[in-house]
């Protein structure tokens, strides 16, 4: 039985014809020439070529040469034709470091990233004390990062039922310092600057904000203003700072707006996944503070649960550092959680 061969073309399958076309290569019409058969690593192909003086085509199976790919080849003459050829993938090259770890979003992690994730077990769930006491272990970097929450709900904000926007007072503030911006006219003027508001104005802060003002973090605005205020949509809008009722930014008790905004008032809303994202504090805080701001969050999550959600409210949760691995909460413990009587 011939082997396949090596590219000298020590094995050629002939048929003459005035075209050639694989299907019309039987056993019945090849002719094998074997000349010292050898063992080849590479795939056979067809290849056509042609006769000058006698004008006839000839078929050549020649080996295709692809170092990633080991073929076997067999073939047989006979009644039921030619054996196809078995085709083994080779082992690829070892690899080392980054490029040998399992997870692609893995590799592209940087080696302080790699060392803290080994902290904790990947989706095992933790109950909320000592996720608390492994996010402050894992802050690794040169600036304070933020504590991050994230819940995954069982929503669908497409609906107008299911949307979920709302704010929540964290007891222990948020460790960042708050710059508002207050659009207001009148009388109001001088309460909203006692008040402690960074800046103040009317339609002429409007106008800075369409030249392209944007030096503040909180944009509060009473209700006689809004008309004016609308034409700042395109604008403030995709940043999350037009005023809105829901997120107590439109109102007529400016200086309490002004108070809890500056105390730790935070929005959050639920992203079209149904995922609601809420910074909860700094690592720096105590873990017993962690634990009353994540919680407070997490309460007024529950409070403001849309008309529309059914069956099982709370799918995940997670929290997790500004540069840190996330960690996985369990649910039932989240939700039965009672703080100590010395928190409070």
Same mark, same amino acid.
């Given at each position: 039985m011939p082997t396949c061969? !090596? /590219? +000298?073309?020590?094995?050629?399958?002939?048929?003459?014809?005035?075209?050639?076309?694989?299907?019309?290569? !039987? /056993? +019945?019409?090849?002719?094998?020439?074997?000349?010292k058969p050898t063992f080849s690593l590479y795939p056979l192909v067809l290849n056509a070529s042609r006769d000058r003086k006698s004008g006839l085509k000839w078929a050549n199976l020649c080996p295709q040469r692809d170092p990633k790919h080991v073929v076997v080849a067999a073939m047989a003459a006979g009644e039921k034709g030619l054996a196809k050829a078995a085709t083994i993938t080779a082992p690829s090259k070892r690899k080392n470091g980054k490029a040998a770890l399992p997870l692609k979003r893995d590799r592209m992690r940087s080696k302080r990233f790699l060392e803290i994730q080994k902290l904790r077990e990947n989706k095992k769930e933790y109950d909320l004390k000592t996720a608390i006491s492994f996010l402050k272990e894992m802050t690794s970097t040169k600036f304070v990062e933020t504590a991050e929450a994230h819940f995954r709900l069982n929503i669908d904000p497409k609906y107008n039922d299911q949307q979920l926007r709302a704010t929540v007072n964290l007891p222990k503030g948020t460790g960042q310092t708050v710059k508002v911006a207050v659009l207001t006219q009148g009388e109001k003027f001088d309460d909203a600057k006692n008040a402690g508001a960074d800046i103040v104005g009317g339609e002429d802060l409007i106008e800075q904000i369409k030249g392209g003002f944007m030096e503040f973090d909180k944009l509060i605005a009473s209700p006689d203003m809004m008309v004016k205020v609308a034409s700042l949509g395109k604008i403030l809008g995709p940043r999350g700072l037009m005023p809105n009722p829901k997120a107590a930014t439109v109102t007529p008790n400016i200086p309490q707006a002004i108070e809890e905004f500056k105390k730790g008032k935070v929005e959050y809303r639920a992203d079209k996944t149904g995922i609601v994202h809420i910074c909860f504090g700094k690592v720096d805080f105590s873990e017993d503070d962690l634990l009353v701001n994540f919680l407070a969050a997490v309460k007024s999550i529950e409070t403001n649960k849309p008309k529309g959600a059914k069956g099982v409210y709370w799918k995940s949760a997670h929290i997790c550092t500004s540069m840190g691995p996330s960690i996985r909460l369990n649910i039932r413990e989240m939700l039965d959680y009672k703080l100590p009587s010395n928190i409070i």
């Open positions: 061969t !090596t /590219p +000298s073309s020590s094995l050629m399958l002939t048929y003459a014809a005035s075209t050639v076309h694989t299907q019309d290569l !039987t /056993p +019945s019409i090849l002719s094998f020439k074997p000349n």
